[in-house]
């Protein structure tokens, strides 16, 4: 005997899109002839007001993509976040787009889910939207694992809201859509807040566990939509994502408590040295000397705000150099920035012959005097 679960999804019904069809983040008359979702339903986090956060969609298609349109009503604008960091959408207001092509699915890795910023911290390009794919079938940034794909986000100013228009090629699904069963659902992620923390989270179809359970997702029809013969993709799971001496976010909160990331044994105390430190003309100049052959990848840090936003500047000002060795001593690592003077820096090195990670914070003075922590 096996116990079973019923769960109540919506549904609906998706018409091919209008013959005029554009996406241009404006849900013109005729491009979606099909009925307004409701995607203001509360699934996690605290209630919401309309006027505080709430969304409509709409869904359509043509013969080579998926189009879906989402109008979100919110009065405070999260965090934006700088295009290297698009990812984790959860953090602030955002946009996700969930697509289960045969409705079948046991779980996320058969999926396509596509996560949305509208606007990111990016002034020198408009500050544009950016999306990649979460947790799914092949998950990393979108330009590489959704070719194809178009997003438009029109953001309102003075702020209250914001609309975002989505083309998905059916090519970069994992399967073919059964136009008698596809699994669907949009979550809207709602941040009041600067510190890249959500409030709360709403959707069409919002049962908790939505995010990790595809059965849980709604179901749509596509009367008159015609599949092209296809295999599913395989899931590719990424094995480089999660490397730690990539992350300098990582990188500063070891320096701070002392734990070498990734759980690998600390290198001996002496094992790396740092000495001579002293700001020059546009950077810091340092001396590194260590007693094995290694790696070592530098970060610098303006000491301005807590981590991880100074470490995040850093990296928009390329200001993450690596220097390689093959003798027991580095002579010279300068580092190089503009745009912002550096009064701290933040140092990892990691030597992949002893599998060790250690990390070093300096301060540097006027002088150029550093203390070791």
């Not at 554009?22 to 007001?49: C, F, H, Q």
């Not at 999926?111 to 799914?136: E, M, Y």
């Not at 059964?178 to 709403?202: C, E, H, K, W």
């Not at 850093?314 to 150099?321: C, E, P, V, Y």
Request: glycine share 8%; aromatic share 8%.
């Amino acid at each position: 005997m096996e116990n079973a679960a019923l769960e109540i999804v919506p549904v609906t019904e998706v018409p091919q899109a209008g013959h005029d069809h554009a996406v241009d983040g404006v849900a013109s008359p005729g491009e979606y002839p099909g009925e307004e979702l409701d995607l203001s339903r509360i699934w996690e986090g605290a209630a919401t007001t309309p006027q505080d956060a709430s969304a409509t969609g709409r869904i359509a298609w043509t013969e080579d993509a998926l189009k879906v349109f989402v109008q979100v009503t919110d009065d405070v604008l999260g965090r934006k976040v700088v295009p290297q960091d698009c990812k984790r959408q959860r953090r602030t207001d955002s946009v996700e787009i969930i697509v289960d092509p045969k409705g079948n699915s046991a779980d996320t890795s058969t999926v396509f889910k596509a996560g949305i910023f509208p606007v990111t911290d990016d002034p020198a390009n408009g500050n544009p939207p950016c999306w990649q794919r979460d947790a799914d079938n092949r998950q990393g940034p979108g330009a590489t694992t959704a070719p194809g794909m178009t997003v438009v986000s029109r953001v309102t100013a003075p702020y209250a809201g914001y609309t975002i228009e989505a083309s998905i090629p059916f090519a970069v699904l994992p399967d073919a859509v059964d136009p008698a069963r596809m699994g669907f659902n949009v979550l809207i992620y709602d941040s009041d807040t600067q510190d890249l923390t959500s409030q709360s989270r709403l959707g069409w179809s919002t049962f908790t566990g939505v995010r990790a359970d595809p059965y849980r997702y709604g179901l749509a029809t596509l009367p008159g939509y015609t599949p092209a013969q296809r295999q599913p993709s395989a899931p590719v799971f990424p094995d480089t994502a999660a490397r730690s001496v990539h992350s300098p976010q990582t990188i500063a909160q070891s320096a701070v408590d002392g734990v070498a990331p990734a759980a690998v044994p600390r290198l001996p105390a002496e094992a790396l040295r740092l000495t001579d430190q002293r700001p020059v003309a546009g950077g810091v100049e340092v001396t590194l000397r260590a007693d094995r052959a290694g790696t070592a990848y530098l970060y610098a840090w303006d000491g301005g705000h807590r981590p991880p936003w100074p470490i995040r500047a850093s990296m928009r000002s390329s200001m993450a150099w690596l220097v390689s060795w093959a003798s027991a001593s580095v002579r010279m690592a300068v580092l190089n920035w503009s745009a912002w003077s550096a009064s701290r820096a933040c140092w990892q090195f990691w030597l992949p012959s002893q599998a060790s990670l250690t990390s070093f914070t300096h301060s540097l003075s006027a002088s150029g005097s550093g203390t070791r922590k």
